[in-house]
């Protein structure tokens, strides 16, 4: 099955500077990669998504990159404020009839410091 | 629009009781998933349920079983808890299909004591 590892397990940064998390799957046959954001006291919550056929998009202070021969996805938060602290999942998922399931990786926590 | 919704949020027993959990799915969303969330872990895959059947399953014991109803709500059960199933359960909903999107509710928090 599909392994994900996800780097650093924690983060902290100063407010305004930019952070950026690594995960690496082992499926080859992956093709969709979520970034999930998760709040205390809260489920996860989709903040960007990129399929295999993207190698890179972005969404205003939030971009994901991903390098499908090395088997590995960044998340990058420019510009981090407050709220931007939280535990952030990456996830991977096969292209496969009736396998639909998300494979998580273990989590990193980010701490903004103001 | 109202998102995934779970209940009960909390929920506390004792080892060897069992327990149902509930999970209603955003409108028009098909398929329900469900997660387990040990403490400082990702979530992990249970079981994937499309137009009440059961398209998918993770590596958990027999213990674990799962429905979805004619309404595609659905119901997650557990018998003979383990101190070990302490956890965030996890529902997520989505469209069916390779590209679709798995949006998660609030979880709820067993504990078993």
């Known amino acids: 099955g599909e392994n994900v590892e996800q780097h650093p397990s924690t983060l902290s940064v100063q407010e305004g500077d930019s952070a950026v998390i690594k995960c690496t799957y082992s499926?080859?046959?992956?093709?969709?990669f979520p970034w999930y954001k998760q709040e205390l006291g809260k489920g996860p919550q989709l903040i960007i998504d990129?399929?295999?056929?993207?190698g890179e998009k972005k969404d205003q202070r939030i971009a994901v990159t991903l390098n499908k021969t090395a088997k590995h996805f960044s998340l990058h938060i420019t510009e981090t404020q407050p709220e931007d602290s939280a535990v952030y999942f990456c996830?991977?998922?096969?292209?496969?009839?009736?396998?639909?399931?998300?494979?998580f990786g273990a989590g990193t926590t980010v701490t903004v410091r103001a | 629009d109202a998102g995934v919704t779970q209940s009960p949020t909390h929920l506390i027993k004792t080892r060897g009781q069992h327990v149902t959990l509930r999970c209603s799915p955003i409108?028009?969303?098909?398929?329900v998933s469900w997660y387990q969330q040990v403490l400082g872990q990702g979530p992990q895959f249970i079981f994937q349920?499309?137009?009440?059947?059961?398209?998918g399953r993770g590596n958990f014991p027999d213990r674990f079983s799962a429905r979805q109803f004619p309404n595609y709500s659905s119901e997650l059960n557990v018998n003979a808890l383990l101190l070990g199933d302490s956890a965030l359960y996890l529902c997520?909903?989505?469209?069916?299909?390779?590209?679709?999107?798995?949006?998660f509710g609030p979880g709820t928090r067993l504990t078993v004591l």
């Open positions: 349920y499309y137009e009440k059947e059961e398209r």
């Open positions: 409108s028009g969303h098909k398929s």
């Open positions: 990129i399929r295999s056929n993207v």
């Open positions: 997520a909903s989505s469209s069916w299909g390779a590209t679709d999107t798995q949006y």
């Open positions: 499926d080859s046959a992956s093709n969709y």
């Open positions: 996830a991977a998922r096969p292209l496969k009839y009736n396998d639909y399931k998300l494979s």
